[in-house]
C-alpha cells in the first residue's frame, strides 16, 4: 500500500492494485516566477505559502518567459518490500523536472531530466515525462518535484507501479503517434495534387493539416524533444503552430464553401476572427500574459462559429457541404470535450490532447472525402458546361451551314433570271 500526503492533508492510502493513484489533493503547490529559489528554500517557506492541488484539474497561467512549479509531496510506502514506483506527470508542455528528496542535511537532488532518467524513456513519447522512484521496505520519502513550465501547465499527475502505467498509456501513445503519422500523409497527398492543379483550396487543406500537426506535435510532448533544453523555443513553437492551425482552419473554410461569393459578410467576418487569433498570439508572445485569456476562448468557440457557417450553406442544399458539415460537428464535438477535460469537469488519465487529435483526425478525413466530392462537382459542371457549349457550336454551325445552303439554294436561279436579262 502507499501512502502520499503533505503538511496537514490527510493520508492518501491505495492498495497496488488500484493504480494510477491520482497526487491530488495530496500535492502542495508553490509557484516561483523569479525562478531563483533553491530546494532548500523552498522548503523554508511558511505552510501558508503553498496551496492544495484540489479538484479534478488546475490550469496555472505562467507567462512566456516561463516558471518553476515547485510540488511538495511525502510518499511512504508500507510494504515490506522493495517497490519501485514511477511519478508521472501529464502537463503538456514541461521541460525539465528535477525531484529533490529530504535527508538529513537538507534536500537533495536525486533525479533530474537528462541525467538520471530521459525523456525519451518511453517506447513511444506522448504528453508526459515519467520520474522513477524506488522505495525501500517502510521507506518514506519527503519529495520537492521542481517542475520547468512554459506558458501554462495542467495538474493531472500521478503514482504508478511499473505495469500500471505500461498499461495505462500503450495504447493512447500508440493512437497519438498514428494520428501524426496520419496527418503527414494526408498533408503530403494534397500538397503533390496542389503541385499539379495549382488550386488554392488545397493549398489553403495543407497549411491547415501541417499546422496542426506540428501543434498536436507539441502539445502532445513529442515535438518537444526536438529542442529539449530549449523551453522558450518549445512554447514559441507551440503558440505559433495553435495560432496558423487556427487561422488557416478559417482560410480553409472559408475557400472550401465559397463563402466570398455565396455570403461574404461571413467570409469578412471569419477573415478578421482569423487575424485577431494571428494578432494575439504574437502578443502573447510578446509576454503579455493577459493575451492568453482573450484568444484561449477564440481557439474554443472557433469550431462553434465554423459549425454554424457550415450548417447555413449546407442546409440549401449543398452536398458537398453537407459532409464537410459532419467533419466540423467531429471538430466540435473533440474540442469541447477537450475543454471540459482541461476545466477539471471530468478527470481521465490521459486527456485533452488525445482527445483533440481524435477528433481533428476524423474530421480531417472526412474533409478529405468533401474536397473529393467538391471536385467531382466541380468536374461534373465542367463536363456539363462543355457538353452544352459543344451543342451550342454545333446548333450555331448547324445553322450557319443551312443559311448558306439556303443562299446558295437562291442564288443559282437568280443568276439565270439575270442573265436571261
Given at each position: 500500500m502507499i501512502t502520499a500526503s503533505y503538511a496537514e492533508a490527510a493520508p492518501l492510502i491505495a492498495d497496488p492494485g488500484i493504480f494510477p493513484l491520482a497526487l491530488k489533493p495530496h500535492v502542495a503547490l508553490y509557484i516561483d516566477d523569479t525562478l531563483e529559489l533553491t530546494a532548500d528554500q523552498v522548503a523554508a517557506l511558511p505552510s501558508g505559502a503553498f496551496d492544495p492541488v484540489s479538484g479534478h484539474g488546475e490550469i496555472i497561467g505562467l507567462g512566456i518567459q516561463s516558471g518553476n512549479v515547485w510540488l511538495k509531496l511525502q510518499i511512504f510506502n508500507p510494504l515490506d518490500q522493495y517497490q519501485p514506483l514511477f511519478l508521472d506527470f501529464n502537463f503538456p508542455h514541461i521541460n525539465r523536472i528535477e525531484i529533490f528528496q529530504r535527508n538529513s542535511t537538507g534536500y537533495e537532488a536525486v533525479s533530474r531530466t537528462g541525467s538520471d532518467y530521459s525523456t525519451h524513456n518511453r517506447p513511444l513519447k506522448a504528453r508526459t515525462l515519467l520520474a522513477p522512484l524506488t522505495f525501500e521496505p517502510l521507506e518514506q520519502k519527503d519529495l520537492l518535484i521542481k517542475i520547468r513550465a512554459a506558458a501554462a501547465v495542467d495538474l493531472p499527475a500521478y503514482l504508478h507501479n511499473e505495469h500500471s502505467y505500461q498499461d495505462t498509456y500503450f495504447l493512447p501513445d500508440?493512437?497519438?503517434?498514428?494520428?501524426?503519422?496520419?496527418?503527414?500523409?494526408?498533408?503530403?497527398?494534397?500538397?503533390?495534387?496542389?503541385?499539379?492543379?495549382?488550386?488554392?483550396?488545397?493549398?489553403?487543406?495543407?497549411?491547415?493539416?501541417?499546422?496542426?500537426?506540428?501543434?498536436?506535435?507539441?502539445?502532445?510532448?513529442?515535438?518537444?524533444?526536438?529542442?529539449?533544453?530549449?523551453?522558450?523555443?518549445?512554447?514559441?513553437?507551440?503558440?505559433?503552430?495553435?495560432?496558423?492551425?487556427?487561422?488557416?482552419?478559417?482560410?480553409?473554410?472559408?475557400?472550401?464553401?465559397?463563402?466570398?461569393?455565396?455570403?461574404?459578410?461571413?467570409?469578412?467576418?471569419?477573415?478578421?476572427?482569423?487575424?485577431?487569433?494571428?494578432?494575439?498570439?504574437?502578443?502573447?508572445?510578446?509576454?503579455?500574459?493577459?493575451?492568453?485569456?482573450?484568444?484561449?476562448?477564440?481557439?474554443?468557440?472557433?469550431?462553434?462559429?465554423?459549425?454554424?457557417?457550415?450548417?447555413?450553406?449546407?442546409?440549401?442544399?449543398?452536398?458537398?457541404?453537407?459532409?464537410?458539415?459532419?467533419?466540423?460537428?467531429?471538430t466540435l464535438f473533440s474540442v469541447q470535450w477537450s475543454t471540459l477535460s482541461m476545466l477539471g469537469v471530468y478527470d481521465p488519465v490521459f486527456n485533452f490532447p488525445l482527445w483533440s487529435a481524435v477528433g481533428y483526425s476524423l474530421s480531417y478525413i472526412i474533409f478529405t472525402y468533401s474536397m473529393a466530392r467538391r471536385m467531382e462537382e466541380l468536374q461534373n459542371r465542367a463536363n456539363e458546361a462543355s457538353r452544352e457549349l459543344a451543342i451550342a457550336l454545333a446548333r450555331a454551325e448547324a445553322k450557319s451551314s443551312f443559311l448558306a445552303n439556303m443562299s446558295h439554294e437562291i442564288r443559282t436561279p437568280l443568276n439565270g433570271v439575270i442573265g436571261m436579262i
Open positions: 500508440l493512437l497519438l503517434h498514428a494520428i501524426l503519422g496520419l496527418y503527414l500523409a494526408i498533408g503530403l497527398y494534397h500538397l503533390i495534387i496542389y503541385s499539379r492543379n495549382r488550386d488554392v483550396l488545397y493549398l489553403a487543406f495543407c497549411a491547415m493539416t501541417f499546422a496542426r500537426l506540428a501543434y498536436d506535435s507539441y502539445l502532445s510532448g513529442i515535438g518537444q524533444l526536438i529542442t529539449a533544453d530549449d523551453i522558450w523555443w518549445n512554447s514559441v513553437a507551440m503558440n505559433y503552430a495553435g495560432g496558423f492551425a487556427s487561422a488557416s482552419a478559417i482560410w480553409f473554410h472559408v475557400v472550401f464553401l465559397g463563402l466570398k461569393e455565396k455570403a461574404p459578410g461571413q467570409a469578412r467576418a471569419l477573415n478578421w476572427y482569423a487575424i485577431a487569433i494571428l494578432v494575439l498570439t504574437q502578443i502573447y508572445i510578446l509576454d503579455v500574459p493577459e493575451a492568453l485569456l482573450l484568444v484561449l476562448p477564440l481557439h474554443v468557440a472557433m469550431p462553434f462559429l465554423l459549425f454554424l457557417s457550415a450548417f447555413s450553406i449546407a442546409r440549401k442544399g449543398d452536398r458537398s457541404a453537407q459532409l464537410y458539415l459532419y467533419g466540423t460537428a467531429l
